[in-house]
């Protein structure tokens, strides 16, 4: 392999390790030291890769948001041309695939909250896929501008963080909910909150 590839097969193995190291025993209980024995590197590699453990949470939590949206734009796709079926084949499009694998939706919703400084990143790229979402769900669509008057911004903050809230029960409950009930309860949400 020439040095570039060898540099992106560390990255790629690291990225692997941290996302089931990062969700069990989690972000806080993740060294460096272990990242590197998960991945058969070296640490003085994994600096080469990364500048640390938020970067390399930034990293996988990114290609998460950006697999999650591939996720609603396909399912939205495939869905009736009806606006309240294309809220739900979005919506449901995103919790499927997160709660498609327990790690991701620990990493997603629970793990970035712990790690901390990468929240900030988080957040703004939580808030940038809502509104890709919506765009992809009704493009252009004026029923989907929300309520006269309410800031467009806040109102996609409360649904994120009621949607987050959702998948965070999901994956600490003891006894979860069927996706199906967190996909219904978020649809409520979203249609009450976005469509005029």
Not at 40 to 64: K, P, Q, T, W
């Amino acid at each position: 392999m020439s040095s570039e590839e060898r540099l992106a097969d560390r990255r790629e193995r690291l990225m692997a390790a941290a996302y089931t190291l990062y969700c069990d025993p989690g972000f806080p209980e993740t060294t460096i030291e272990r990242l590197c024995a998960a991945a058969r590197i070296s640490n003085r590699a994994f600096y080469e890769c990364f500048s640390g453990r938020d970067e390399l949470m930034e990293a996988v939590h990114d290609r998460c948001v950006q697999e999650s949206l591939a996720s609603v734009a396909k399912s939205v796709a495939q869905a009736p041309d009806s606006l309240l079926e294309r809220i739900r084949a979005g919506i449901g499009g995103y919790i499927g695939f997160v709660t498609e694998d327990r790690r991701r939706a620990r990493l997603m919703h629970l793990e970035v909250r712990r790690a901390g400084g990468c929240l900030t990143k988080a957040r703004e790229q939580a808030l940038a896929g809502f509104f890709e979402a919506v765009e992809i769900i009704g493009p252009g669509d004026p029923a989907l501008a929300g309520p006269a008057g309410i800031d467009r911004r806040l109102l996609a903050l409360g649904v994120i963080g009621a949607i987050q809230e959702l998948l965070t029960e999901w994956v600490l409950a003891d006894d979860p909910p069927e996706v199906d009930h967190l996909i219904d309860a978020a649809v409520h949400v979203f249609h009450r909150s976005f469509v005029a």
